[in-house]
T-cell receptor, first 115, second 112 residues
Framework: NAGVTQTPKFRVLKTGQSMTLLCAQD?????MYWYRQDPGMGLRLIHY???????AKGEVPDGYNVSRLKKQNFLLGLESAAPSQTSVYFC??????????????FGDGTRLSIL | RKEVEQDPGPFNVPEGATVAFNCTYS??????FFWYRQDCRKEPKLLMS???SGNEDGRFTAQLNRASQYISLLIRDSKLSDSATYLC?????????????FGSGTRLQVQP
């Protein structure tokens, strides 16, 4: 029962480096989301996708890009990492829209440190 | 003012105690409400949805007051395993953009 799988689980980057976080779900969910969680601030939505080939901005999209080329995968890219992007990143998916009382299923997170 | 506010705690309670958490939200157009549980260094997991009429799941009871814009979670007969951070989550549509806002969480520590 894989559910939502995030890779990598940990990563340390230098300022200016780029990287891609991968999220894969095997539940055939239409909706996928990327969040970041910082101490004392709760989870904040970065980008989300309502289906294959579509993406949209969330609350804190600056400095990130996303792609949803396949329904089961949602990629989060950092083109030029900055120390302010040090955080724990969570991917989530849901069967239907978040406003429809459908729960989100989360991956177990990626801890990213930018030096 | 934060869109979703929670008392960060920690709430330190003995086993068997009843504890209540409140959460207030600022957007009157909010549509869906949830409580999630997050263990230390783990992902959030859905605890329960919150319905207008209130709902109960075992030892957990959730209430929604739309007029006052707050949500509550009551835990009866606390267990050591209830120790976690409880996240209040509110969703709404904002000029066509879906928005899901998490509170920063209330930490509960149940002590033997």
């Amino acid at each position: 029962n894989a559910g939502v799988t995030q890779t990598p689980k940990f990563r340390v980057l230098k300022t200016g480096q780029s990287m891609t976080l991968l999220c894969a779900q095997d539940m055939n969910h239409e909706y996928m989301y990327w969040y970041r969680q910082d101490p004392g601030m709760g989870l904040r939505l970065i980008h989300y996708s309502v289906g294959e080939g579509t993406t949209a901005k969330g609350e804190v999209p600056d400095g990130y890009n996303v792609s949803r080329l396949k329904k089961q995968n949602f990629l989060l890219g950092l083109e030029s990492a900055a120390p302010s992007q040090t955080s724990v990143y969570f991917c989530a998916s849901s069967l239907r829209d978040i406003t429809s009382n459908q729960p989100q299923h989360f991956g177990d997170g990626t801890r990213l440190s930018i030096l | 003012r934060k869109e979703v506010e929670q008392d960060p705690g920690p709430f330190n309670v003995p086993e068997g105690a009843t504890v209540a958490f409140n959460c207030t939200y600022s957007n009157s157009a909010s549509q869906s409400f949830f409580w999630y549980r997050q263990d230390c260094r783990k992902e959030p997991k859905l605890l329960m949805s919150v319905y207008s009429s209130g709902n109960e799941d075992g030892r957990f009871t959730a209430q929604l007051n739309r007029a006052s814009q707050y949500i509550s979670l009551l835990i009866r007969d606390s267990k050591l395993s209830d120790s976690a951070t409880y996240l209040c989550v509110v969703t709404h549509l904002d000029t066509g953009r879906r928005a899901l806002t998490f509170g920063s969480g209330t930490r509960l520590q149940v002590q033997p």
